[in-house]
């Protein structure tokens, strides 16, 4: 049994200033074995893929694994940075024929100049390399993805926990399904529906009201024999793009009618819930006053979920800290490059500084913040994930330099987007987390499978910002005319 593999994996906020070039991806792109190697032990889609092919006594044919590169979100992709990629991909597997299968692990959030759906057209590349033989697609669960991708691919399956801490388990699945396709022993039909709701990342969370519904009524249905599996994608708001929005899909065998009921039903659900995945939030005044009440009452340390910010730079929530007289917090990184390397050309540790830091990305971002403190790290340290999200995962970080503003407040400066879904980055540069109140992540749920055990109280904040959750907020020129909240029909 012989299956290519390959990765095309990226979440494209076309909000963001910068495209995305093959100058920026070509450094981290893992080619043949060496992309298996990079994962294994890591509980990742291909690691799921290896597990099952090796108990099955199948051979995988590594080709290519291309993915974010570090440092925040980029832009559109170049058209020539998509082909390059999709081409590499489509030949690698045609040089490896015969082939019994394809696992693509994708991401569904693409965005490509000139490409409307990207996902799907490199699907339809690689089935004109290889022919009819099974092609089967992981996707993450922020997929934009409608019924093209489903035309072209024999099954796909998405991820079905946010935080994501299933990665693997998905990729088990969808190798198993082509193992069994493969053996004749399954016959893959499946069904998409979209529902018509867009909704912004920080409403998303699996575990939580509304989309632990959702989720429950694809576990309910999975319990029939004849139902492999029930996904359900909220969808990437960030994307312009015409596939916006939440997509449902069944995969069973060989009964496409039960299929097309299942994804109906389930559409149905998520239509009902659509008001819950649009609540407002506080603001970044509201949010820290909410955080120093919890405080006061012994509920800490409080997370500040700053969901928001996808330049890494915002102030917003920095400014309420220091405006409202917060202390013991820590902000794992302000990205601002040129202070960062001002500070570490300039100053060594121990050092007192004065200096403003952030809002220089864009308009959303605020205005720049004068902070004073004193210089207690310097470096681009290492460390190692902790957390359920890609635990043992080897990070090098950039520059990041830590300034203690005194009374416990913890102000890391970095040259690129940092966050810190567990606790590692922040000890990697000092920070004594047991020590905190308050912690300002710039996520929206990713840290909820780490900090959910530490920090009794989440606050999602809707700071200004390219991520905001008032999707309203934002102008999108290719989405559908009546998708909810957006479209033009829900706003007369």
């Not at 082909?83 to 693509?104: C, F, H, N, R, T």
């Not at 990207?118 to 409608?146: F, Q, W, Y």
Request: proline content about 6%.
């Amino acid at each position: 049994m012989r299956i290519g593999v390959a990765e095309f994996s990226h979440e494209t906020c076309t909000f963001c200033p910068d495209p995305t070039t093959i100058a920026l991806l070509e450094p981290h792109v893992k080619r043949g074995q060496a992309m298996l190697d990079k994962v294994r032990g890591i509980p990742t889609y291909v690691n799921g893929f290896m597990k099952v092919a090796e108990s099955a006594g199948a051979e995988l044919f590594p080709v290519i694994s291309v993915g974010m590169a570090p440092g925040g979100f980029t832009s559109w992709f170049e058209t020539e940075c998509f082909d390059k990629y999709a081409e590499e991909i489509a030949q690698g597997l045609k040089q490896s024929l015969p082939l019994d299968g394809v696992l693509l692990a994708l991401h569904g959030a693409m965005a490509v100049s000139n490409v409307p759906k990207p996902e799907a057209e490199l699907v339809r590349r690689v089935r004109t390399a290889v022919g009819d033989i099974p092609i089967m697609v992981t996707l993450d669960l922020h997929a934009n993805e409608d019924h093209e991708l489903t035309d072209a691919a024999d099954a796909v399956f998405i991820l079905k926990t946010y935080p994501h801490v299933d990665s693997e388990e998905i990729g088990m699945t969808a190798a198993h399904c082509m193992v069994e396709t493969i053996r004749g022993n399954f016959r893959p039909a499946q069904a998409l529906k979209k529902p018509g709701i867009m909704s912004a990342s920080i409403y998303q969370a699996s575990a939580y009201h509304p989309m632990k519904l959702v989720y429950d009524r694809c576990r309910q249905w999975e319990e029939r024999d004849e139902v492999y599996c029930v996904s359900v994608a909220p969808g990437f708001a960030y994307a312009d793009v015409p596939d916006v929005g939440m997509s449902v899909i069944a995969v069973t065998n060989g009964d496409k009618a039960l299929a097309e009921e299942i994804v109906q039903d389930v559409s149905d659900l998520a239509w009902s819930l659509r008001e819950a995945l649009s609540a407002p939030l506080p603001d970044p005044k509201e949010a820290v006053s909410l955080a120093r009440q919890h405080i006061a009452r012994g509920e800490c340390p409080v997370v500040l979920a700053d969901g928001s910010d996808r330049t890494g730079d915002s102030t917003h929530v920095l400014k309420e800290l220091l405006a409202q007289g917060a202390t013991n917090w820590a902000i794992p990184g302000i990205a601002d490059p040129k202070a960062a390397h001002f500070l570490a050309e300039n100053h060594k540790v121990g050092d007192t500084v004065t200096l403003s830091v952030g809002g220089w990305a864009s308009e959303h971002s605020g205005q720049p913040t004068e902070v004073s403190g004193t210089i207690e790290f310097i470096g681009k340290p290492s460390f190692t994930l902790v957390g359920p999200m890609g635990k043992g995962s080897k990070i090098q970080d950039g520059l990041v330099v830590r300034l203690n503003l005194g009374d416990n407040r913890q102000l890391v400066v970095s040259e690129r987007m940092r966050g810190a879904n567990d606790s590692a980055p922040l000890t990697a540069v000092g920070v004594d987390v047991p020590s905190l109140d308050i912690v300002i992540l710039k996520d929206r749920v990713h840290h909820r499978a780490f900090w959910d055990s530490v920090a009794p109280v989440d606050i999602r904040v809707d700071s200004p910002g390219i991520g905001v959750a008032d999707l309203t907020k934002l102008h999108f020129d290719n989405v559908p005319q009546d998708i909810y909240p957006i479209g033009k029909k829900w706003r007369t």
